[in-house]
């Protein structure tokens, strides 16, 4: 939805909005367990994010025939960075402007990494190359009467901002990026052999 | 590669990179014109005009090729435009050596230049859904220096690379750069004034980021029967005793021009896409698919410079000076071990030690790097060659790197362009 629309009209703040996904098709919208929604070759049996594609990618396949697939709705991640500026239009972003995390989070079913903001209010420094993340839904931006949403990345087991303090000394039992950073080359070398 | 394959490089004309403001058209005029003169060669002794395309300056930047011919008048010579996004000027010199090489013209004239916004670079305008690139910056907020930082980051996590090796990467290149007239940035700096600019994309700072320019560059390419026939006459003649520049320095030839795809699966996250190819379906290895080489050198920007090592039969270890394409000081680290002057993992010690700096072993962008010019686009990959021309000719005054004799430039175009140009003298 393009920025001027939401200009010019009062804003309904504290009204119930209609939830609408900000792209049709990309995402399933079930609140408890949302998940991508890519493509597989039936043929070779490879995917596609996001699912556009009427033909397989595969350059030792000339199939055409796509099926409509549920993404891994966990992974880890691959890395990772933050804005700390404004995007330009068409992001449409809060006012005033909160800077955001977004994270390459690799799926390992299906070999592959997607994008994805993490969820409001997660801090580069709570992250790490090869944490694990999961699918959640949340607000790209409202107008009057919608909320869009988008897919976003979730810390697993994450707490409320402000609440990952020892998180990555709890689960590895060293600490700090060198030990996740060692997660991430496994993961490399894997899909190298695949 | 024999040298039935060599293109010569007559000629090489920039407009200065910088925020000037006026059309693109008026910078390709000047770096045309200053290519000719350095070749000794006029307008319409050219047979081809081949242009960069610019997508930012409307219907011209479309047609760059018929616009920069229009504007030095049209002659009724040979007209190409190629747009290859980043990559764009050297999809422009492949298209001119190509007709050289087929001998369907003796000489060719290669421009490109551009005229920016300012900030970010945001998608052209208007709503596109099916466009990945409008789709990017709408869904995710997900601007160029975001992939960038996508790259160092996970270079740090991988290879230990340090806050202080990518500012240094900046310090080195601003040092090039001061001493080049045509940078925009002709400052140098300290690794703490790098450090306290504003983080941009963590973690990129402000003054590691390559910005966006305006500027213009221009080749004037030749067969080398053409070459040979031109220096000849512009060295007797009826011109005895005003001998042209070209006579007294040595002849900067294209050996190789590159302009790969990536292979599937690419799994490296690539601008300005969602997600990466799915590497569950393997590829088998065939001899095409080259089992000799190491994993890393199938990664896409690993392929690019390789295939122009191959095409003109020069080893990595050949190259002593490389203009890579530095969008973000970790990238710059990124391309040492993509063009083969490392493995995996040492571009650190490279830079550490000196290595890639004027003085030491190969400098890496002895020009300053779109560091110390921000990015022309369709203007930067001729840029590239333009420094290399200079250095081999030993023309780069106050950067000069002694005894130049095989430079590559290495750069990679949005949407899978790969590009590589590889001269010798
Ligand atoms: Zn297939």
């Not at chain 1, 699918?135 to 409320?160: I, S």
């Not at chain 2, 059309?23 to 319409?44: E, H, I, N, P, Q």
């Not at chain 2, 230049?113 to 945001?122: I, L, N, S, V, Y």
Request: charged share 20%; glycine share 10%; aromatic share 8%.
């Amino acid at each position: 939805m393009p920025s001027s629309e939401r200009a010019g009209r009062p804003a309904g703040h504290g009204e119930a909005h209609q939830r609408v996904a900000a792209v049709d098709g990309w995402f399933t919208l079930d609140g408890a367990g949302p998940a991508l929604i890519g493509q597989r070759c039936k043929a070779c049996k490879t995917f596609v994010f996001p699912p556009t594609a009427s033909w397989c990618p595969n350059p030792l396949c000339a199939d055409t025939e796509m099926e409509e697939v549920e993404l891994s709705r966990r992974g880890s991640i691959w890395s990772f960075t933050n804005a700390c500026y404004q995007p330009p239009a068409p992001y449409v972003a809060r006012e005033p402007y909160e800077p955001f995390s977004i994270a390459a989070v690799e799926l390992e079913a299906e070999q592959m990494v997607v994008l994805g903001q993490m969820v409001r209010g997660t801090r580069v420094e709570d992250l790490h190359v090869g944490d694990q993340v999961e699918l959640v839904l949340d607000t790209l931006y409202e107008d009057t009467d919608r909320e869009y949403l988008v897919w976003k990345w979730k810390p697993v087991g994450a707490e409320p901002a402000g609440g990952y303090g020892d998180r990555s000394g709890d689960r590895s039992g060293g600490s700090g990026p060198k030990k996740s950073s060692a997660g991430g080359n496994r993961m490399a070398e894997r899909r190298r052999d695949g | 590669m024999a040298e039935s394959r060599h293109v010569a490089v007559l000629g090489a004309g920039m407009h200065p990179w910088g925020k000037w403001g006026r059309s693109f058209v008026t910078y390709g005029l000047t770096a045309a014109r200053a290519a000719l003169d350095d070749a000794g060669l006029g307008w319409t002794d050219i047979e081809l005009v081949s242009g960069a395309d610019t997508i930012r300056n409307g219907y011209p930047g479309f047609v760059s090729g018929a616009t920069f011919a229009q504007a030095l008048g049209w002659s009724g010579c040979r007209v190409a435009s190629s747009y290859a996004a980043c990559a764009s000027g050297a999809a422009a010199i492949a298209n001119a050596r190509a007709h050289i090489l087929a001998g369907l013209v003796d000489v060719a004239l290669v421009v490109g230049a551009d005229t920016t916004p300012k900030g970010f670079f945001a998608p052209i305008g208007g709503e596109r859904r099916d466009d990945p690139d409008w789709l990017r910056f709408h869904l995710l907020g997900a601007t160029n220096p975001t992939y960038f930082a996508l790259y160092a980051r996970r270079r740090m996590a991988l290879h230990s690379t340090t806050e202080q090796d990518l500012a240094a990467v900046k310090v080195k290149n601003s040092r090039h750069g001061a001493a080049n007239p045509y940078a925009r940035y002709r400052k140098a700096v300290s690794i703490e004034e790098v450090l306290a600019s504003p983080m941009v994309a963590d973690p990129l700072r402000l003054m590691e980021i390559c910005a966006t320019s305006d500027g213009g560059a221009a080749l004037v390419l030749s067969s080398m029967d053409f070459a040979r026939r031109h220096l000849e006459k512009l060295g007797g003649g009826h011109g005895a005793g005003s001998t042209h520049r070209s006579q007294s320095r040595p002849l900067a030839k294209i050996a190789a021009v590159s302009t790969v795809t990536p292979r599937y699966p690419s799994t490296v996250i690539e601008m300005p896409h969602f997600a990466t190819d799915s590497a569950v379906t393997p590829i088998p290895r065939t001899a095409e698919n080259r089992p000799d080489l190491p994993d890393h050198a199938t990664e896409f920007r690993a392929s690019i410079a390789r295939a122009a090592y191959e095409e003109a039969g020069v080893a990595p270890e050949d190259v002593d000076i490389a203009e890579v394409y530095d969008l973000s000081s970790a990238l710059e680290l990124d391309w040492y071990e993509d063009i083969g002057l490392c493995e995996k993992g040492e571009a650190e010690h490279l830079l550490r030690s000196g290595y890639t700096a004027i003085g030491g072993r190969v400098p890496v962008n002895p020009s300053g790097g779109l560091s110390s010019f921000g990015e022309a686009i369709p203007a930067q990959a001729i840029a590239q060659v333009c420094e290399i021309v200079w250095q081999l000719r030993g023309e780069a005054a106050g950067r000069q790197v002694e005894g130049a004799r095989v430079g590559v430039s290495a750069n990679q175009g949005l949407f899978g362009h790969g590009s590589s140009v590889l001269l010798i003298r």
